[in-house]
């Protein structure tokens, strides 16, 4: 009798507890990688706005070095047109904050929806999300960093999430 349950069955009940359990194993070796997929996500969409932002940076140092400018500091008169719009500069890059300047970081750049900008500590902020944040090297931000000097280039830098 035993032998005929175990034909119709296919499998015994160990062998059944068994696979139950190498499934559940499987489950938690592989469900961090899943889960870790929201902020992956998260990054890659930072890091397209880093990168539209490097691209923005070298147009204007590019216009910057064609119009002979690329090495004066902030001041009346040193500045590029992009697009029909005027646009300060510092040493060759677009300033950090342009309130109260000539420009916008809105000419330069177009953002998603997803993403809001801020001006912290003279420094140009976008993230993600409904928080502010309040000060610089915020979880989901990038942070662009103008020019010191001739000899510091600005910086971006890209706070993942």
Not at 118 to 135: A, K, L, Q
Not at 139 to 146: G, H, N
């Amino acid at each position: 009798m035993r032998g005929i349950l175990r034909k119709n069955c296919g499998f015994s009940l160990i062998e059944f507890v068994i696979i139950i359990i190498v499934l559940g194993l499987l489950v938690v070796a592989v469900s961090p990688k899943f889960i870790d997929i929201k902020s992956d996500s998260e990054n890659a969409s930072l890091l397209k706005v880093k990168a539209a932002i490097e691209n923005a940076m070298m147009m204007v140092h590019a216009k910057s070095s064609i119009k002979g400018n690329q090495q004066l500091r902030r001041m009346p008169g040193v500045n590029v047109e992009i697009n029909g719009v005027i646009l300060d500069i510092k040493h060759g890059y677009p300033l950090a904050d342009y309130s109260g300047s000539n420009g916008s970081w809105d000419v330069l750049i177009d953002l998603d929806e997803e993403f809001k900008s801020v001006i912290i500590g003279g420094h140009f902020i976008v993230y993600r999300g409904e928080n502010t944040p309040t000060t610089l090297n915020e979880k989901c931000t990038v942070d662009y960093r103008q020019a010191g000097d001739i000899a510091t280039p600005p910086r971006i830098v890209l706070t993942a999430c």
